[in-house]
């Protein structure tokens, strides 16, 4: 068993026996799903007979009970559990998310009842500071000296403006030149409490931009090429999915290469080579890309212009540009060695 888990048992039983009521005992369990899943005012309410703003009223009594209890040391049990706590979020930059605190705290993959029992602690526990989630923001616990429930969401909302300002993801240095924090994990544990924020291959941006949260193929390809700034091969792309971080990875060679051909943002390059349009690769065939290129030029080009404008936007050998440049329904031959548009 995990050496943690025994004291925290004792933490909560021990903080239990403070509330003397077997009904109240029974409404905060319940709440905060210490024994099965958590359970709303209203279901708990129905079951009791009572309303659930009753239900309500008695929850908030109950935890002031034992905040007044816990600041005044009177849960024996609670301060070696405080302490853990502490210790684990003091290593994981002051803050965490509780799925991540507990996970830590327990060495393995906790399970809802280990993670609703670290959340009871904490929200009477005098040295700890708890977040509930909502849409901003995760389940999170923090050691209060590192601030409280509004000065946290804070410093979520300040990064995020920081980032939303920036246009762009950002790494964990960038933000440490703009903030003013003590150490850069503090930065790194407070964003990772927002739902607004992503990270990926150590940047962190809005949840909205595929560049740190790609949900589909079409996004992880983007990210993929993006990340490498260079034109690659489809094969080569799906086996760096294949390798990467990304939540979801296991496609074939074949998707990746249907999406490369429906979306947009990428160029074929060359034999099975893609590249980003917003590198400034535009997609045609070989004699679209010099009629674009003569047309560009507004002027007739050598053949070595030609050949040295189309190899800056395509991977192709010099003869094939040269066959190309022989169709005379297209190009015009005006000169030894100069051409325009026919």
Request: proline share 4%; net charge positive.
């Amino acid at each position: 068993m995990n050496k943690n888990s025994e004291i925290l048992k004792k933490a909560i039983s021990g903080s239990l026996k403070i509330v003397e009521q077997e009904r109240e005992r029974e409404i905060i369990s319940r709440r905060f799903g210490l024994a099965g899943p958590k359970e709303t005012l209203e279901q708990i309410g129905e079951s009791l007979s009572i309303t659930r703003e009753r239900v309500r009223q008695l929850e908030k009594a109950i935890i002031i009970h034992l905040q007044i209890t816990a600041e005044d040391n009177n849960i024996p049990e609670l301060p070696p559990a405080e302490k853990i706590l502490v210790r684990n979020l003091a290593e994981m930059g002051r803050v965490a998310k509780l799925s991540a605190l507990s996970d830590k705290v327990y060495e393995k993959k906790s399970t809802p009842e280990e993670r609703s029992g670290i959340n009871f602690i904490a929200t009477f526990a005098k040295g700890l500071t708890v977040i509930e989630e909502n849409d901003s923001y995760f389940s999170a616990v923090g050691i209060a000296d590192f601030g409280t429930t509004d000065a946290l969401k804070k410093m979520v909302d300040e990064i995020v403006g920081v980032i939303r300002k920036n246009g762009k993801p950002m790494t964990i240095d960038e933000l440490d030149n703009v903030l003013n924090y003590e150490h850069p994990d503090n930065i790194r544990a407070v964003a990772s409490i927002s739902k607004s924020l992503a990270s990926l291959n150590g940047l962190w941006g809005l949840t909205k931009w595929p560049s740190v949260n790609p949900r589909n193929i079409r996004d992880k390809i983007f990210v993929i090429l993006e990340s490498h700034k260079k034109p690659m091969h489809f094969s080569e792309i799906a086996k760096e999915i294949k390798e990467s971080e990304f939540k979801r990875k296991n496609v074939t060679v074949q998707a990746i290469h249907n999406e490369l051909i429906k979306d947009p943002r990428f160029v074929l390059i060359g034999r099975g080579i893609y590249a980003l349009s917003s590198w400034g690769y535009k997609k045609g065939t070989i004699s679209e890309i010099i009629t674009s290129i003569l047309t560009e030029a507004g002027k007739p080009l050598s053949r070595e212009e030609i050949v040295r404008q189309v190899l800056k936007t395509r991977r192709v050998k010099e003869t094939t540009i040269l066959l190309n440049l022989q169709n005379k329904k297209l190009f015009k031959k005006i000169d030894r060695n100069l051409y325009t548009n026919a």
